[in-house]
């Protein structure tokens, strides 16, 4: 294929890492889905086999620690992809590749946000519920 | 990986502003447009219902969904009735239980879930310029199957025996129930289900694969964000009530006590894999027709919609969190509080998305300059209702709240008002805005003021009491009531409300379905709107698109002034039909650079004969008569053999073709260039969906019940177990070894694998079948679910050996060469899954005994 925009070939190297995939912008999300799940199963089993509940709960916090560093380090990146700081375009609103480039980091930014939210208030019943009741 | 050989696309890509101006000769224009309508006719006479295109399947869709939903509009009328006064025996509770219970089925299965897919059906492709949908016949068939399981489910009230447990079928009392009411709520929506599916199996490829060359995914239209979103949510909602409604029926017909506590059972398993449906559900409800919304909104603005990408983040978003809510709709089932936070959390906080989806619409509209169009009204109407309903939402996601709400008049109240504001006024909305471009006419605007005013006061009429009813507490479900607890006045508004919205409904409808020959044909693009499906021909073309543009801005019909143009002229990608086939552009997922062309299929009664048939294997069971059940599954089988075998991935006449502006697509694709393996691995992820529930089943018991497994009981025979183990590792190595010897054209090696992989898969199954036969299901949970689960495995292995078979064929009788290869790429992505599936089982049948 010949091509008249000038760049395009630099940016297909540069941003090959998303040709063929979508599911980047779905990596923080899921880590939430993922928190929550754990979250659950582990307080429904420690609940439904008596074990021993504080320490199921040093775990969990333990592991939504991790959960939000991730998030934030998926948020991090996508915030460079975004490179709003240099474009300053914050709508990426033309259908050029980088254009698409920098939409995905601003999207993929958003859902770790929303992610980081998400898995704070999922977390405050650990904090609030002293145990199985 | 060794390349097939076929050839790469060629020529000049994007094309040039000087090589899309230059003209086309009239007479060429006008034999290229013949030979277009002649390959898209739509058939005439009788042979109109074998029609596939997406606009034909998508508008009988659209209006037996409205039909239905019609009809379950009048059951809810009789419900009020019987409710306008206390003591009121105007039918019995047996009829009042009956008519509740499709109520609310009809509303869900038979409308809200159909009428998105009806909806994208028929707009879908418009949007993103593309001629069909990438499975016409799958589309079709779904329709068809929705038409005959509707029809079924629904007719069962005018003979007395629709179900009556309530639309959600808690056991016991839905396991328990004497007739055939939930056999026939089970099995006729396990088949309309699979009918969903196969829909959003169609919509997910269609918007990945289809889009016009250009249009990448950061200037797609916000509407197909939300079908993917949607599409994606029905893959991991839909599948888990199957899984259910498997487990649900075999205990209704052969006695196994998944549901049945006195036999190590438990309810509370249907009630999560129920609600892990349920709750989604709503959100798969409310998304595609706020999305109508993200359409009609920029219109009136006359702008851009405002933050793109949050919207994406808001659907996005909403799809995850949605699925973190569904233990909200049992509060009150005794789990530990630390559960119901966990859920309550998550229900506060999938706000956040839906509350910034909503802020963005209010936010174009403050920026714009409004017209207030009859779509605007009904849009207005919904913000209005919808917010309503999201506030007692926040109300209900708090347990203690919860607790005293649960099951009044409060609850229906809630969802009513989320279900019309986020669900019927937006796709009123739609209706209106999107008419002229289904019929290339308009709705009335005076008829439209009057059903929107009566709809919207007469709903608010209906529904804001019943909070007020539900907290003086009135349960919901009551067929009558005692006077003087103060709800008699109440319940009496809300039934003179109800008649208001059916009066409102009934101007509507009148307007939709009133003759409009005396009217004048409508100008291209009414609204003066932006998006790619206004670019509609005018007189109606049955093709899609004259040519398929190429498009670099979100609002191709405001930012390239040119297009429509040149789209009518044929300048653009494949403005001919050479060769007398229906052929529709694939792009690249991401940046939509053009990869093939794909050609699609064209009428055919087949779709229709699989439709029944597959409908006589659903509904046969419901009366318990088997034998006729399974010669109609096997002539099912055979019907869409037969499809498949004459119509798809058949290889191509010439390797590649020109499409236009110089650039030659290849004709054929295999493997993840394909749409066929993309349709393969999306229906494969919702299959895993529906398989990990019963897995999450297993582990649910053993979680639940102190006696899981009991004490000495039976365990799967562990020979066998390793035996079937080996049977499914060795046939999964032979299917690709098919596939890598078929490609490198050891033609005969290649065959023998595939015949060797069927036996060893047929004997893997055949041992896990023997493995669990010394087992009694009807004794306990634990060797039922053994059973279940070697059961799924069994059927899936079946249907595998008979794609094993149909490869076979293919490469004997010249279907599959080494050069086209599709059918084998897709069937080893089958064989891959299944394989897991089938290894995990083998581990739960052999290590869990010893683990557990």
Not at chain 2, 669 to 683: D, E, K, L, N, Q
Request: glycine residues 10%; contains cysteine.
């Amino acid at each position: 294929m010949t091509d008249d925009q000038p760049e395009r070939r630099e940016d297909e190297a540069e941003f090959s890492e998303e040709q063929s995939s979508l599911l980047k912008i779905t990596i923080a999300p899921t880590l939430w889905a993922g928190h929550f799940v754990i979250c659950y199963a582990l307080v429904a089993v420690t609940c439904a086999k008596g074990w021993d509940f504080p320490t199921v709960r040093a775990g969990l916090l333990a592991i939504s620690c991790l959960v939000v560093c991730g998030i934030g380090f998926v948020g991090w990146r996508a915030w460079r992809q975004w490179n709003v700081e240099e474009t300053g375009d914050f709508i990426n609103r033309r259908g050029r590749a980088e254009d698409r480039h920098h939409f995905l980091g601003h999207a993929a930014f958003l859902l770790s946000v929303i992610s980081v939210i998400g898995v704070g208030f999922v977390v405050l019943p650990l904090f609030f519920i002293g145990g199985c009741q | 990986m060794r390349k097939s050989g076929l050839p790469e696309p060629t020529g000049p890509y994007p094309p040039t502003e000087a090589m899309l101006a230059e003209p086309v000769p009239d007479d060429v224009q006008r034999a290229q447009e013949d030979r277009l309508r002649k390959v898209w006719e739509t058939p005439k006479g009788w042979r109109y219902w074998s029609a596939v295109n997406n606009s034909e399947v998508g508008k009988w869709y659209c209006l037996t969904a409205l039909a239905f939903m019609l009809l379950a509009g009048v059951m809810a009328l009789v419900i009020r009735l019987q409710l306008i006064v206390p003591e009121n025996d105007l039918i019995s509770a047996d009829r009042f239980n009956q008519l509740f219970t499709m109520h609310g089925s009809a509303m869900m299965f038979l409308f809200a879930v159909p009428m998105f897919e009806a909806i994208s059906i028929l707009l879908l492709p418009g949007m993103l310029g593309a001629r069909d949908m990438p499975f016409p016949r799958l589309s079709a068939f779904g329709y068809w199957c929705f038409l005959i399981g509707g029809v079924f489910v629904i007719g069962s009230i005018f003979f007395d025996v629709a179900p009556r447990a309530g639309w959600f079928m808690y056991p016991p009392l839905a396991t328990k129930d004497p007739g055939p009411g939930s056999d026939i709520w089970l099995l006729g929506l396990s088949f309309i289900e699979v009918a969903s599916i196969a829909a959003a199996v169609e919509l997910i490829v269609g918007t990945l694969k289809c889009r016009p060359p250009g249009m990448r995914v950061n200037i797609m239209p916000l509407y197909a964000w939300y079908v993917l979103v949607v599409g994606g949510m029905i893959l991991f909602a839909f599948p888990p009530l199957i899984a259910g409604d498997f487990l649900f029926e075999l205990e209704r017909s052969f006695n196994w006590p998944f549901f049945d506590p006195t036999r190590g059972g438990d309810p509370m398993l249907w009630q999560h894999l129920f609600w892990i449906f349920g709750h989604p559900e709503v959100y798969i409800i409310f998304l595609p027709s706020i999305a109508i919304a993200a359409m009609v909104i920029p219109t009136v603005a006359r702008r851009p919609i405002f933050g793109y990408s949050w919207i994406v983040l808001s659907a996005v978003g909403t799809g995850f969190l949605s699925f973190g809510l569904w233990v909200h709709h049992m509060f009150t089932t005794g789990l530990p509080s630390i559960s119901l936070g966990f859920f309550s959390a998550a229900s506060e906080a999938v706000v956040i998305p839906t509350g910034i989806q909503i802020f963005a619409f209010l936010a174009t509209l403050m920026v714009g300059r409004v017209k207030m169009t009859l779509p605007m009204l009904w849009i207005s109407g919904a913000l209005a209702i919808f917010t309503m309903g999201g506030l007692t939402g926040v109300m209900l996601a708090l347990a203690p709240f919860d607790f005293q709400a649960h099951d009044t008049y409060f609850i229906v109240a809630h969802l009513h008002y989320t279900l019309f504001g986020g669900m019927v006024f937006p796709v009123i909305a739609g209706v209106y805005y999107f008419f002229p471009f289904i019929q290339k006419k308009k709705l009335s605007d005076r008829l439209g003021k009057w059903a929107f005013w009566l709809t919207f006061t007469g709903f608010n009429l209906t529904f804001l009491p019943m909070h007020l009813t539900g907290l003086w507490g009135m349960p919901r479900r009551v067929y009558t009531y005692p006077t003087g607890l103060g709800w008699d006045g109440l319940n009496m508004i809300s039934t003179v409300g109800a008649f208001i919205v059916a009066a409102g409904f009934g101007v509507f409808v009148w307007d939709l379905i009133r003759p409009k020959k005396d009217q004048p044909q409508i100008e291209r693009n009414p609204w003066d709107a932006g998006t790619l499906e206004w670019s509609h021909d005018i007189p109606e073309e049955a093709w899609g698109v004259r040519s398929i543009p190429h498009v670099t801005t979100r609002y191709p019909l405001w930012d390239q002034p040119d297009m429509a143009a040149r789209m009518d002229a044929g300048r653009y990608y494949l403005p001919d039909a050479e060769e007398g086939k229906r052929e529709t552009l694939i792009t690249s997922v991401i940046d939509a650079t053009p990869v093939q062309v794909q050609r699609v299929t064209g009428p055919a009664w087949i779709t229709l004969a699989a439709a029944g048939f597959t409908g006589g294997a659903f509904i046969f069971p419901t009366f318990h008569m088997y034998p006729p059940a399974i010669v109609c599954g096997a002539f099912a089988v055979v019907c869409i053999l037969y499809w498949l075998w004459t119509s798809t991935a058949r290889p191509p006449e010439a390797d590649a073709k020109d499409v236009g502006l110089g650039l030659k697509l290849p004709t054929y694709a295999a493997g993840p260039s394909s749409v066929g393996w993309w349709a393969m691995w999306i229906t494969m992820l919702g299959d895993a969906t529906a398989f990990a529930s019963l897995v999450f089943g297993f582990f649910f018991y053993w979680t639940a019940q102190p006696d899981f497994p009991p004490e000495g009981a039976l365990h799967a025979v562990p020979g066998l177990v390793a035996l079937a183990a080996m049977g499914f590792a060795a046939g999964w190595g032979l299917t690709v070894c098919a596939r890598h010897l078929n490609r490198g054209g050891a033609v005969m090696a290649a065959r023998l694998c595939l015949g060797l992989s069927s036996l060893a898969v047929a004997g893997g199954a055949t041992a896990l079948i023997g493995s669990v036969t010394p087992l009694n299901p009807e004794a306990h949970v634990y060797p039922a679910t053994l059973w279940a689960l070697a059961i799924w495995i069994a059927v899936h292995v079946g249907a595998g050996v008979i794609m094993l078979l149909y490869c076979l064929a293919g490469s004997i009788f010249g279907k599959l060469t080494p050069r086209y290869d599709a059918d084998i790429w897709n069937v080893t992505l089958y064989w891959h899954f299944v394989t897991i599936s089938a290894l995990v089982v083998c581990a739960i049948l052999g290590l869990a005994p010893g683990a557990l």
